[in-house]
């Protein structure tokens, strides 16, 4: 990510993520769009590398 800290990107998808699959926990109505969400919340898992994880490890 250019002029950014991929760190801070990796943590926003993270929160958006756990918060849509609460929402599933809390017994939120469940439609196929929500479904789709948390699906490409988990997209993101694709695109970290092993440079990515060392730079968040530091």
């Given at each position: 990510?250019?002029?950014?800290?991929?760190?801070?990107?990796?943590?926003?998808?993270?929160?958006?993520?756990?918060?849509?699959?609460e929402?599933?926990?809390?017994?939120?109505?469940?439609?196929l769009?929500?479904?789709?969400?948390?699906?490409?919340?988990?997209?993101?898992?694709?695109?970290i590398?092993?440079?990515?994880?060392?730079?968040?490890?530091?």
């Open positions: 990510m250019a002029g950014g800290n991929p760190g801070s990107k990796l943590l926003i998808d993270f929160r958006s993520y756990f918060h849509a699959l929402k599933v926990r809390a017994g939120s109505l469940i439609s769009t929500v479904i789709s969400v948390i699906l490409s919340r988990l997209d993101f898992l694709k695109k590398t092993s440079t990515n994880y060392l730079t968040i490890q530091h």
